[in-house]
T-cell receptor, first 111, second 115 residues
Framework: GENVEQHPSTLSVQEGDSAVIKCTYSDSASNYFPWYKQELGKRPQLIID?????GEKKDQRIAVTLNKTAKHFSLHITETQPEDSAVYFCARGSTLGRLYFGRGTQLTVWP | DARVTQTPRDKVTEMGQEVTMRCQPI?????VFWYRQTMMQGLELLAYFRNRAPLDDSGMPKDRFSAEMPDATLATLKIQPSEPRDSAVYFC?????????????FGPGTRLTVL
């Protein structure tokens, strides 16, 4: 239905390794897929987004891929750093402009 | 660097008291969202407005919560009477929504504690 499933709920990686977070959805009308990063005690911040007419988008060490046929999208962080540690939320946008969020992934990057 | 602002940042109150939270959206944005964040429920959408008109408030407990946009620069979320289960961080977000734009930008949040 409306929800977005996000996995894993927690992820621990060594500094320098890659991290991948995956989200799935079921509403085929969704056309906008943002990712937010929330540090402890701070606001969620938009870090990257992708629209349904694009399969991949990259911004320095972060990239997002979208498979509309399979209805899943993923966040990839390469060369992770301790400052990447945060909770990451995926979301899908509805035709009315609201966002449906996943439950979040707590990423911890160990130095 | 335009940002959404919220006041107060922290609020501690006693059960039964009225709480009013305020939000100033980014100038030019046409849509304002109110979210509640808790560990158990994650990010929940409470209500949202487009051009100051309420679009959906189905996420709000109607008996005690109310949301308004008295003008384009102010959105308010009111709880009366407050209960301990209302303790959470309340975020306001704004965006210029309409094809091709969907981005939402969050304010710093109001941390509410109801004793």
């Amino acid at each position: 239905g409306e929800n977005v499933e996000q996995h894993p709920s927690t992820l621990s990686v060594q500094e320098g390794d890659s991290a991948v977070i995956k989200c799935t959805y079921s509403d085929s009308a969704s056309n906008y897929f943002p990712w937010y990063k929330q540090e402890l005690g701070k606001r969620p911040q938009l870090i990257i987004d992708i629209r349904s007419n694009v399969g991949e988008k990259k911004d320095q060490r972060i990239a997002v891929t979208l498979n509309k046929t399979a209805k899943h999208f993923s966040l990839h962080i390469t060369e992770t750093q301790p400052e990447d540690s945060a909770v990451y939320f995926c979301a899908r946008g509805s035709t009315l402009g609201r966002l449906y969020f996943g439950r979040g992934t707590q990423l911890t990057v160990w130095p | 660097d335009a940002r959404v602002t919220q006041t107060p940042r922290d609020k501690v109150t006693e059960m039964g008291q009225e709480v009013t939270m305020r939000c100033q959206p980014i100038l030019g944005h046409n849509t304002v969202f109110w979210y509640r964040q808790t560990m158990m429920q994650g990010l929940e959408l409470l209500a949202y407005f487009r051009n100051r008109a309420p679009l959906d408030d189905s996420g709000m407990p109607k008996d005690r919560f109310s949301a308004e946009m008295p003008d384009a620069t102010l959105a308010t979320l009111k709880i009366q009477p407050s209960e301990p289960r209302d303790s959470a961080v309340y975020f306001c977000a704004s965006g210029l929504v309409g094809p091709p734009y969907n981005e939402q930008f969050f304010g710093p949040g109001t941390r509410l504690t109801v004793l």
